[in-house]
């Protein structure tokens, strides 16, 4: 293209962003803090006019856990059970505000779980030791257990208070479940535990875990609104 064709196709484009600056005024921002059963982390929030029914937002939570324990099979045996539990959840949300006077909101929008771990594992410094059997924590083996659930999760809820408050700092409460889908379990083991029945089980817990496939919810926020 040459240059006399740039400048009068810059000028127009100028022109059309400012008609269209003029007739759409920009969008309000916020930024929150969130704690609850999710865990904590922070969500930015958006609304394009003072008075629009429908915001937006966009989050990040953390939560996990890894707090190993033991139990007592007998007063000579004790498994011990290693959980690693770590859900790392961004959230896209829209928000309805069906009465224009009321911070009440209903929620809808998509979960997805960045390298999530929903694992156990089982072992033992004892060994196993029942009358006459004396099996070595070596030769008992060890085992690991793991779920998997879909990584991209639709959820429903409400709550009240704005993604971008009417004044500068607002609070809010939020209550909804996420769908996970049924569970996946790989398992893996070793030692004299690989000689039972344990693997040929797994497709009957998959069974009895489908219904496992909601993850209620409960989140606080304390949200401060950006700019004017």
Known sequence: MKL?????????????LQAQASIDPPGKFSFGILGGTLGYGGEFGYRRYDDS????????????????????????SKARLSPLVRMNLAQIKADYHPFARSS??????LGIQI????????????????????????DLGEVELRLNWWTVTPHLGIGVGRAVPRKRVGLGLEAGCYYLGSPKIDFWTN??????TLPDQIPKIERNMRNYSYLPYLLLSVRVRLGE
């Open 4 to 16: 006399r064709y740039l400048l009068p196709a810059f000028i127009i484009l100028c022109i059309s």
């Open 104 to 109: 009440f909101r209903i929620t809808g929008g």
């Open 53 to 76: 029914r429908w915001q937006f937002r966009l989050g990040f939570t953390h939560i996990g856990y890894s707090k190993p324990f033991n139990v007592e099979i007998n007063k000579d």
């Open 191 to 196: 030692g004299l535990l690989d000689a039972t």
């Open 115 to 138: 390298k999530p771990q929903y694992a156990v594992l089982g072992d033992s410094d004892t060994g196993l030791i029942i009358d006459d059997i004396n099996i070595k924590p070596e």
